[in-house]
């Protein structure tokens, strides 16, 4: 059965910064590849992030929505089954609940909310 759990969300000033982590479990977690979505209040859900999986060798791994490009890294540690979405110079309209996801399934969420 997977399951995936979110943390580390949270308060942040404009400009801080947050690291997510998603914990996965009930799969090869190495074999997957692994994104980050988000929502905001009243808006669609929206991509944020993803990882390849540890056998995609084929040159950068990684993918950004054009929001967060230069701003948030993401990553993962296959031995602890994590991944995580490093957040820098954060702006009030990355205020949203973000989400873990592989393929159909999905986390439960952490709240991000950047104001003054």
């Known amino acids: 059965q997977v399951h995936l759990v979110e943390s580390g969300g949270g308060w942040a000033q404009p400009g801080g910064s947050l690291t997510l982590s998603c914990v996965a479990s009930?799969?090869?977690?190495?074999?997957?590849?692994m994104n980050w979505f988000r929502q905001a209040t009243g808006k669609e859900r929206e991509f944020v992030a993803s990882?390849?999986?540890?056998?995609?060798?084929?040159?950068?791994?990684?993918r950004y929505g054009d929001s967060v490009k230069g701003r948030f890294t993401i990553s993962r540690d296959n031995a602890k089954n994590t991944v995580f979405l490093q957040m820098n110079s954060l702006k009030p309209e990355d205020t949203a609940k973000y989400y873990c996801?592989?393929?159909?399934?999905w986390g439960q969420g952490t709240q991000v909310t950047v104001s003054s």
């Open positions: 996801n592989r393929d159909v399934f």
């Open positions: 009930g799969f090869n977690f190495s074999r997957y590849s």
């Open positions: 990882i390849a999986s540890s056998e995609y060798t084929f040159g950068d791994n990684t």
